[in-house]
């Protein structure tokens, strides 16, 4: 069965997998999530809608009810005063994640979880490893800052592009009404008889021309705003 195409949105970033090396627990949608390079925070919501997560986000939680999972527990949680209608909550380390995700095939491509328990220190180690946790802070610290660095230069680019793409004489909606009828008189530019999305028009221009240079989805994107 195959597996639904998301927005581009809603699939794992170097960010995100960085933040999320420093959570501990998760659900069993969020688990699913990462193991299919999905961003839980924008599709664990919508995940029971599709079939084809059924049967791995039903495996998971019996994993867990069996203690097949060592750190992971399912806790019971009651809906209402008298103690009916209840539901389970299963709160999955972040460890145990790593582990089924890999046993079952899946990829698990998050930096991993370092845990530090406090009872188990002795005074001697306190410092070494208050020091690591310091430097692994520094480390995921520096990776974002490189990533978000690299994002603003990417965005400063788009945007010279963009402005240095139109004379400053240019009327831009007039532009704008211009480009959107030379897709309406080019049956091959446009999406199943409709205009398309400037995704999609960018994929259509980079297939159709290759070897030339492509104004960037969010150039595309600026002219198509003004239809």
């Given at each position: 069965?195959?597996?639904?195409?998301?927005?581009?949105?809603?699939?794992?970033?170097?960010?995100?997998?960085?933040?999320?090396?420093?959570?501990?627990?998760?659900?069993?949608?969020?688990?699913?999530?990462?193991?299919?390079?999905?961003?839980?925070?924008?599709?664990?919501?919508?995940?029971?809608?599709?079939?084809?997560?059924?049967?791995?986000?039903?495996?998971?939680?019996?994993?867990?009810?069996?203690?097949?999972?060592?750190?992971?527990?399912?806790?019971?949680?009651?809906?209402?005063?008298?103690?009916?209608?209840?539901?389970?909550?299963?709160?999955?380390?972040?460890?145990?994640?790593?582990?089924?995700?890999?046993?079952?095939?899946?990829?698990?491509?998050?930096?991993?979880?370092?845990?530090?328990?406090?009872?188990?220190?002795?005074?001697?180690?306190?410092?070494?490893?208050?020091?690591?946790?310091?430097?692994?802070?520094?480390?995921l610290e520096q990776q974002l800052a490189d990533i978000?660095?690299?994002?603003?230069?990417?965005?400063?680019?788009?945007?010279?592009?963009?402005?240095?793409?139109?004379?400053?004489?240019?009327?831009?909606?007039?532009?704008?009404?211009?480009?959107?009828?030379?897709?309406?008189?080019?049956?091959?530019?446009?999406?199943?008889?409709?205009?398309?999305?400037?995704?999609?028009?960018?994929?259509?221009?980079?297939?159709?021309?290759?070897?030339?240079?492509?104004?960037?989805?969010?150039?595309?994107?600026?002219?198509?705003?003004?239809?």
């Amino acid at each position: 069965m195959a597996l639904p195409k998301f927005q581009d949105y809603c699939y794992l970033d170097d960010e995100t997998k960085i933040s999320l090396s420093l959570v501990e627990f998760f659900n069993e949608y969020e688990v699913i999530c990462i193991s299919s390079n999905l961003d839980p925070k924008h599709t664990a919501s919508s995940l029971e809608d599709y079939s084809v997560y059924s049967y791995p986000l039903e495996q998971l939680r019996e994993d867990v009810r069996k203690n097949k999972l060592s750190r992971s527990r399912v806790d019971i949680e009651c809906l209402d005063y008298y103690g009916n209608n209840e539901q389970e909550i299963f709160k999955i380390h972040s460890k145990d994640a790593k582990k089924w995700a890999t046993y079952h095939g899946y990829k698990w491509d998050i930096p991993e979880y370092r845990e530090f328990n406090s009872s188990e220190i002795t005074s001697e180690q306190g410092d070494d490893q208050l020091q690591q946790a310091n430097e692994r802070i520094a480390e995921l610290e520096q990776q974002l800052a490189d990533i978000q660095s690299t994002t603003t230069k990417q965005s400063a680019v788009d945007n010279v592009e963009y402005n240095g793409d139109l004379p400053l004489s240019t009327n831009e909606e007039k532009l704008a009404h211009f480009i959107n009828l030379l897709i309406k008189a080019s049956p091959e530019l446009q999406k199943d008889g409709r205009i398309p999305t400037y995704s999609e028009l960018h994929t259509i221009l980079t297939a159709k021309n290759k070897g030339e240079q492509i104004p960037s989805k969010v150039t595309i994107q600026k002219y198509m705003n003004r239809v």
